[in-house]
């Protein structure tokens, strides 16, 4: 009895290691998923047209009342003119505030005055797709449109390991491996 224990063990624990090692090399190449959210007039957009002719994106997920989400938007606009000229760069900033809370945003974002794309998921499908449990939690993807690079969380100074990463994809160099 032991014994199948161990080895229903030890076959569950091989098949989930090689399940991590496929997902990962996946994701080196994954797309956005095709999920609807809305635009800040109330119109729906699908996910999967987001792009930047053949230039690089970051999207960022955040809510009115994560403070690292604000402080991570705020740190990128003000450098986000110069990282647009320099790299072509698209910020889409994708609200997960939820029904209570999704009235909020178009006025917050019109105080702060960002010029990104911001688009709301309220009802947290796109949050779900892509796998984001804590905002912020920020994707850089290349000009093909493929995830290349995720950051979780905000500290002051993050935005220029985001901008450092943000160069090397702009210019076709490969990303180093995450930890």
């Avoid at 080895?7 to 994954?30: N, V, Y």
């Avoid at 809510?63 to 910020?91: M, R």
């Avoid at 029904?99 to 998921?121: C, H, L, M, Q």
Wanted: net charge positive; proline share 4%; charged share 20%.
């Amino acid at each position: 009895m032991i014994r199948k224990t161990i080895l229903a063990a030890t076959a569950l624990l091989i098949s989930s290691l090689m399940f991590l090692a496929t997902a990962q090399d996946a994701s080196k190449a994954r797309k956005l998923p095709a999920v609807d959210v809305k635009t800040m007039d109330g119109g729906k957009v699908n996910t999967s047209t987001f792009s930047n002719n053949g230039k690089p994106m970051i999207i960022s997920f955040w809510a009115t009342w994560c403070k690292p989400c604000i402080q991570e938007l705020n740190a990128i606009n003000e450098n986000y003119t110069d990282w647009q000229k320099e790299t072509g760069v698209k910020l889409i900033a994708i609200s997960i505030d939820d029904a209570k809370t999704s009235a909020r945003v178009a006025p917050f974002v019109n105080g702060k005055g960002w010029s990104y794309e911001i688009f709301s998921d309220a009802n947290g499908d796109f949050k779900r797709e892509m796998s984001v449990n804590n905002p912020p939690h920020s994707f850089l993807l290349n000009g093909k449109g493929e995830i290349v690079w995720q950051h979780v969380g905000f500290a002051e100074g993050n935005e220029k390991e985001l901008y450092d990463m943000l160069k090397l994809v702009a210019a076709g160099k490969p990303i180093p491996e995450q930890k």
